[in-house]
């Protein structure tokens, strides 16, 4: 596979359930980022990592847990949510941060919590 | 405080036509990038084009070319003989120096009409 890929595509959960979101970037990236989209807002940054440390939190609630384990991987742990937080959750990865490192994105997790 | 403002929720353009897409922003910094990403009904943002706030000439790819005015801080996307395979939401983001991530607008949703 190429390219940065999500699993899975489409989940529904309960407030009280407890689920998973893969990322994988097949790109030799050095960093990872998740994105929340939500309708008619801008994407908001949630976590980035940069050689597998987290550098950034961006007043994330707890019930949002990344995890990340090697250079390749990004995982975001789900539990407890709230309707709220239904939306779109995008995965980039990039060679570098900042300023003429483009990230690339993988097709997003359509998250719907009932 | 870092600003994107896109002000065309959204636009229409006969097949084979060029369409302009306006963005502007908003930084004291001297050292930014920017960036344009089309995300179709798939959900998977696209990397399109990059300019950075140092570089003398507009940059292109493609179809793709970036109309930047620094003065005025726009940098907006000209999309030249527009495909129906064109029609899609068109982000525009920023980065500077020390940033670990974009800053997104709210995103235009281009039609291309046959």
């Known amino acids: 596979e190429t390219g940065v890929t999500q699993t899975p595509r489409h989940l529904v959960m309960g407030m009280t359930n407890k689920k998973s979101l893969k990322c994988e970037q097949h790109?030799?990236?050095?960093?990872m980022y998740w994105y929340k989209q939500s309708a008619k807002k801008p994407l908001e940054l949630m976590f980035v990592?940069?050689?597998?440390?987290?550098?950034e939190n961006n007043s994330v609630p707890s019930r949002f847990s990344p995890e990340c384990p090697n250079s390749s991987h990004l995982f975001l742990h789900l539990h407890t949510l709230q309707p709220e937080d239904s939306a779109l959750y995008l995965c980039?990865?990039?060679?570098?941060?900042?300023?003429?490192?483009?990230?690339?994105f993988g097709p997003g997790t359509r998250l719907t919590v009932t | 405080a870092q600003k994107i403002t896109q002000t065309q929720p959204g636009m229409f353009v006969q097949e084979k036509e060029a369409v302009t897409l306006d963005c502007t922003y908003d930084?004291?910094?001297?050292?930014?990038?920017l960036f344009w990403y089309k995300q179709p009904s798939s959900g998977e943002m696209i990397f399109l084009i990059y300019?950075?706030?140092?570089?003398?000439q507009n940059a292109t790819e493609g179809r793709y070319s970036l109309n930047f005015q620094k003065a005025r801080k726009s940098a907006n996307l000209v999309i030249s003989a527009s495909q129906l395979g064109d029609s899609a939401m068109y982000f525009c983001?920023?980065?500077?120096?020390?940033?670990?991530?974009?800053?997104f607008g709210t995103g235009t949703r281009l039609t291309v009409i046959p």
């Open positions: 790109l030799g990236h050095n960093a």
């Open positions: 930084t004291s910094d001297q050292s930014y990038g």
């Open positions: 983001a920023m980065t500077q120096t020390g940033a670990n991530n974009l800053f």
């Open positions: 300019q950075g706030s140092y570089d003398e």
């Open positions: 990592y940069s050689l597998e440390e987290r550098v």
């Open positions: 980039a990865s990039s060679q570098g941060q900042g300023i003429g490192h483009e990230q690339y």
